[in-house]
DNA sequence: TTAAAAACCTAACACTAGTTAGAAAATCAA
DNA sequence: TTGATTTTCTAACTAGTGTTAGGTTTTTAA
């Protein structure tokens, strides 16, 4: 009775998308309505039976890149068995959340730099998601700790920090047709988890020790490109 | 005889720092120049006097936020013994990053922010500075790899972006008052150079080791606190 | 086919943007 | 104190902003 939203919903998902795009390239103050418009090939005043005011358009782009975000890491860790290591925990979030802003890259990016210029409410709001997941992410690694899994003198509120922010730094420099996410996702998991140092450790300087003598795959198997 | 630039020079620093911390918080279209000017005890008009456009403005904010950086980790560098070891190099770059960009605050965040909204060839002048300071990065990097320091299976380019991205993030939450620059570099590097996990690996998903059991410090020296 | 509902467009509104020309004030050399 | 130079201000211009009211077109339901 109360569904028969069909051309509007779609309307509404083009200016959306147009949205993302344009504050993506522009900012706040820099996108007008009027290229949002030209982007979903509509009148600028058209924009106004979808979205009630620009700060509804950016409210919701900003909602749903960290939404989907959230759903994809969700449901990514939900489908490991119970019994998953942290090591395993991490991976699978780091890749999960890789995959999650590169498939939604104009919403990630177009936050990423709008998220400070936006009006102090819509920003409020949103950052109750992030810190949302903020405290997901802080779990898993908390959980490894308490397991033994993780070195204990490591603040684990500012490793968070740390890899939240490399990872959402890769929108700015993927390029479909470069590296592939699993790829990306490995190596940075490598860092993160396992460090850039040799097993060996590095406690002398050294001569040059041939590099090729080294365990290449430690401890996870490490499959080598895709 | 070509050097009385007095008064002129103040000013011309102080809409500046004004425009750096606009730019931060409105965005480049966001930002006016009645607002910059506000900021530096001037009217719109007077800025023109010293900068001859808004985009002469954001070009200098740029480039003097980069700038900032690659001399205060050069300098870091140099200051090393010429036998110091690809650890202690990367530690090092990543104090004297942290330190820079925390002290430029309000560049680096304008940079961070504004760079994707900037006209092309701003942000492609200004994207051959920060090419270089990569390059330098990258250096770093690979030769610890040579010297058998750092694993040979980590791809370098990827570890690079994943670090200059997350320690660029940090004056997104960096608050004076909380952790010391120290803290952060020192667990930064930590997460970097040794990895998240203990020494012993994590091979079966053994019950909670009590953690208070391992060695708290294993190759640098890790100061605790301060 | 027809009339109502949904989707879109047009034209305008009050306001603010970057920039400039020329006048006024502040500073400096003599 | 002068007069010249440097620095700042005032007032204005054109262009473009988000938003809206009311009219047109398209779609839908009968």
Redesign the interface.
Known sequence: MTKKLAKSAISQKRVLDAAAKIF????????TMRMIADEADLKAGSIYYHYESKDELISAVLDLGIHAVIETVKAALDALPS?A???QR?ETAIRAHLSAIIDNGDYT?ATR??F??VPKPIREKNQRLRSSYATMWQGI?MD????????????LS??R??????????V??FKPGG?SID??AR??S??????????S???T????????K?K????TP?IRAL
């Open positions: 993506r390239d522009n900012g706040y103050a820099g996108t019994d290591s942290g090591r991490v990016l730099r709008v400070g210029q690694l490894a700790q308490k397991r033994g899994e993780f070195r204990s003198d490591t603040d500012l490793a920090l740390f890899i939240l922010g490399a990872l959402n730094w890769t700015e420099w590296r790829e990306v190596t940075f490598g860092v993160v988890i396992d460090g850039l140092v040799t097993d450790g590095m406690m300087t050294t001569k040059a020790q041939p590099p090729s080294q290449a795959a430690p401890r490490r």
